[in-house]
C-alpha cells in the first residue's frame, strides 16, 4: 500500500519529468530494449577500454579457452577440419627442415671423411685416446650453457647462479622454487623413493641438467646437444662445491650471501661445444717413444757409418806403412773392408799384422798377393814410386774427360774407364815395374785422342790434382783447363780461394783464373778445421828442380811463401786444446839420369836445402825429418816431374 507521502512523491515526479520519466521507466523495465541498447555500442566500448589496458582480454581468455574446450569436445571431427589446413602446412615444413638438416650434416660428414679434416680429428682423436665417433660426435654437437643455478638440497632454496652473456634466462629464484616443487611433484605422484631425485628435464631444444649432491643441488639449462665432457665438468663442480662447502651447508641458516664466492666454480660450467677450448689433449706417449725410436736409430747408423769409415781407415793405414806392403785397393760394402794388397816374399802375413787389432763394426778380407818387385828387393823404392806417381800423380790427377778403375785378379792387372794413350803408357810402364810377369788386360778400357802435348798435359795434370786436394769435404768444385785459361766453377770458402790463388801465382803464373761461375762462402772460423785444412794443403807442396840444380825452379821464394804458411800452422796448433806440433817430412827426389852417388847427393841436398830455409825462416829444426829417394827409373816424359822436393805434415801430440 503506498503511502501518502510516496503518493505525493510520484506527482511531483509526475509533474516535473512528465513523459520522459514514464518512457524511461518503460525502458528500464524492458529487457528487449536493453539488448538492443547494448549491441548497439559493445564493439565500439571494448575497443575503446582495450586502449587503456588489457583487463578485458584477460577476463575474457578464461571465458574464450572454456567455450574452446567445450567446441572441441562436442565437436572433435569439425574442429580438426578446420585446422588441417593449418597443421598441415606446419607439418610438412617442420619435416622439410629437419630433412633438409640431415642432409646437410650427412654429407658434411662424406665429405670430412674424405678431406685434411678427417685425418686431422682421426689424429687427434688417437692422441685423446677415444674412438673416432665419440671425437665426431664432439665436434658436431652444438649447445651452449645459458644458466647454472646452485640450490640448497634440504631447504631448496637458491644459493648462488649465474648466467651466460647475451643469454635470455628466467628469475633464478622462481627457476629454483619450481624446480623443486616438480621434483616434489614427481616423487608424490609416482611413489618415488625418499631418495631419488630428478636427474634432468627436457623441453624441446632446452635440456635442463641436474647434478645432486649430498647438501646442494646444481642445475644447468643448456640449449642444443650436451656431450659428455659438460657432465664430467658439473660433477667436479658439484664436488668442488660440497669439498669447500659441506660444513657449513649442513647447518645452513637461510643466509646465501656467503656462497657468493661459489660463483668462479659456477662459471666454469658456462661452456659450449669446443672441445679444443675445454679438454685438456693427453700427452703424445706413443707418438713421443716412436720420434725417440727413430732418433736413437738415425744417432746408431751415424755411429756406426763413423766407425766404419775410422775402421777402414786405420786398415788402410796399418798396411800402407808396413814394411814390404803395397796398398793396390780398398773397398767397403756394408760393413765389410776388403784390402787388395802386394806384398814382397818373406814379409809378414796379413792375419800376424792384424792378429792384436779388434774391430767393433767391421770384418776384413785381405785379398794378397806375393809379387817379387825387382831383383835388388828394394821394396820401399817402389812402395813410394807406386804410391807417389801412380796413385797420385795419375790415377789422382786425371783429366776430366778420363776415368780408370784398376784391380788385380790372379796374374792380370784389369783397366776399366776411359784413358787417354799417354796416360796409358806411364800407367803401364809402372805396372811393368812391379813385376814384369804381370799381364795387363785392356779389355774394359776405353782409349781417348790426346788434345794436348805431353808436357802440357802432365802440368795440367799437377795443377788439378793440387787444387783438387785443397779442397774440403763440404766443398765442391769442377776445374777445366783449356788455352792456358783455368776455369773454376762450384762452391768454396774464403780460405780456399785464397791458396788456390796463391798456388797459381806461384806454380803456375801462365794460366789466367776465371772464376765468374765460382761462389765464395765466408768462412765461419773453426780452429780445429782451418789447422787440419791447412795441414792437409801443406802436405801436397812440391818444389821442382831442374837437372843437376838444388835450387827449386822457382828459387827459394817458393820455399819462403811455404815457411809462411808453416809458422802460421805451428802458431795455430799452439791454440788448440790440446795442443799440436806438426812435424814436416821434407823428402829429396832425384830420376835415374847420372851416376847412383850423384843422384843420392842431389837428393840429400835438395832436403837439406829446404830445411835450411825453413829453419832460417823461425821453424824449430827438431820439427823438421829430411829424406831422400833417388835412381826413380822414368820415361823422358816424367822426369822432370820426379826431380822435386815433396814435404808432408804429421802431428805431434803436446
Known amino acids: 500500500m503506498i503511502s501518502r507521502d510516496d503518493s505525493q512523491i510520484e506527482e511531483l515526479r509526475s509533474l ?69 589446413p593449418v597443421i598441415g602446412a606446419a607439418v610438412r615444413k617442420s619435416v622439410s627442415a629437419t630433412f633438409n638438416q640431415l642432409i646437410a650434416s650427412l654429407n658434411q660428414v662424406l665429405t670430412q671423411n674424405f678431406s685434411l679434416k678427417s685425418i686431422k680429428w682421426r689424429y687427434q682423436a688417437w692422441r685423446q685416446g677415444i674412438s673416432y665417433a665419440q671425437f665426431l660426435l664432439m665436434k658436431t654437437s652444438v649447445f651452449q650453457v645459458e644458466q647454472v643455478l646452485l640450490i640448497h638440497r634440504e631447504t631448496g632454496l637458491l644459493l648462488n647462479s649465474v648466467a651466460f652473456e647475451g643469454a635470455e634466462t628466467s628469475d633464478p629464484e622462481l627457476v629454483s ?36 649432491a649430498p647438501h646442494v643441488i646444481l642445475a644447468a639449462a643448456v640449449r642444443g646437444i650436451p656431450n659428455q665432457h659438460l657432465d664430467v665438468t658439473i660433477a667436479t663442480t658439484v664436488e668442488n662445491i660440497e669439498e669447500k662447502y659441506g660444513e657449513r651447508l649442513s647447518n645452513f641458516n637461510g643466509d646465501n650471501s656467503e656462497y657468493a664466492e661459489s660463483q668462479p666454480l659456477l662459471e666454469k660450467c658456462l661452456i659450449g661445444n669446443s672441445l679444443e677450448e675445454n679438454a685438456k689433449e693427453r700427452f703424445p706417449w706413443r707418438l713421443f717413444v716412436i720420434l725417440l725410436l727413430f732418433i736413437v736409430f738415425g744417432f746408431y747408423k751415424l755411429f756406426v757409418h763413423i766407425n766404419v769409415s775410422n775402421e777402414h781407415d786405420v786398415t788402410r793405414q796399418i798396411f800402407e806403412f808396413e814394411p814390404n806392403y803395397l796398398v793396390v785397393e780398398s773397398v767397403i760394402e756394408d760393413e765389410n773392408i776388403t784390402l787388395s794388397v802386394l806384398r814382397k816374399p818373406g814379409s809378414r802375413e796379413p792375419s800376424e799384422i792384424l792378429n792384436n787389432i779388434s774391430y767393433l763394426h767391421t770384418t776384413q778380407n785381405i ?92 802440368r795440367n795434370a799437377i795443377v788439378v790434382s793440387d787444387i783438387k786436394s785443397m779442397i774440403g769435404s763440404s766443398e765442391s768444385l769442377a776445374i777445366q783447363i783449356e788455352n792456358q785459361k783455368i776455369e773454376l766453377k762450384g762452391e768454396i770458402s774464403e780460405t780456399t780461394e785464397s791458396q788456390i790463388r796463391s798456388y797459381l801465382e806461384r806454380s803456375a803464373p801462365e794460366l789466367s783464373l776465371i772464376s765468374q761461375k765460382l761462389k765464395v762462402t765466408p768462412v765461419i772460423r773453426n780452429k780445429t778445421q782451418e789447422y787440419n785444412q791447412l795441414a792437409h794443403n801443406l802436405s801436397q807442396t812440391k818444389f821442382q828442380y831442374d837437372v843437376n840444380l838444388v835450387s827449386p825452379t822457382g828459387g827459394n821464394q817458393d820455399v819462403a811463401r811455404f815457411v809462411s804458411q808453416a809458422k802460421s800452422l805451428v802458431s795455430l796448433g799452439q791454440e788448440l786444446s790440446p795442443r799440436l806440433t806438426p812435424i814436416f817430412i821434407v823428402t829429396g827426389f832425384s830420376d835415374d839420369v847420372g851416376t847412383v852417388e850423384r843422384n843420392i847427393q842431389l837428393s840429400k841436398e835438395r832436403a837439406e836445402n829446404v830445411k835450411q830455409v825453413m829453419v832460417e825462416n823461425g821453424i824449430n829444426a827438431n820439427h823438421i825429418i829430411t829424406l831422400n829417394i833417388s835412381n826413380i827409373e822414368s820415361s823422358e816424359s816424367i822426369s822432370s816431374a820426379l826431380r822435386r822436393v815433396t814435404i808432408d805434415v804429421i802431428n805431434k801430440d803436446l
Do not use: C
Open 16 to 84: 516535473v519529468l512528465g513523459e520522459q520519466y514514464e518512457r524511461a521507466l518503460k525502458d528500464y523495465l524492458d529487457k528487449n530494449s536493453d539488448t538492443e541498447r547494448v549491441a548497439e555500442v559493445i564493439v565500439e566500448a571494448i575497443k575503446a577500454r582495450n586502449k587503456k589496458n588489457n583487463e578485458v582480454t584477460e577476463e575474457l581468455s578464461p571465458i574464450i579457452n572454456s567455450a574452446i574446450e567445450v567446441s572441441i569436445n562436442n565437436s572433435t571431427q569439425k574442429f580438426a577440419d578446420i585446422l588441417y
Open 177 to 212: 622454487s619450481m624446480l623443486t616443487a616438480i621434483t616434489d611433484f614427481v616423487s608424490d605422484s609416482f611413489r618415488g623413493n625418499s631418495d631419488d631425485t630428478l636427474e634432468g628435464v627436457r623441453l624441446g631444444e632446452l635440456v635442463l641438467k641436474i647434478e645432486v
Open 367 to 458: 785379398e794378397d798377393k806375393v809379387v817379387d818387385f825387382n831383383e835388388s828387393g828394394e821394396i820401399p823404392r817402389y812402395q813410394l814410386t807406386l804410391t807417389d806417381i801412380i796413385r797420385h800423380n795419375i790415377l789422382a790427377n786425371l783429366s776430366e774427360s778420363e776415368s780408370v778403375r784398376v784391380w788385380v785378379s790372379d796374374r792380370d792387372v784389369k783397366l776399366s774407364g776411359q784413358l787417354k794413350p799417354s796416360t796409358l803408357a806411364g800407367l803401364t810402364h809402372y805396372i811393368k815395374q812391379v813385376d814384369g810377369n804381370l799381364g795387363i788386360d785392356f779389355s774394359k778400357l776405353q782409349l781417348l785422342p790426346d788434345e794436348i802435348s805431353q808436357p802440357e798435359r802432365l
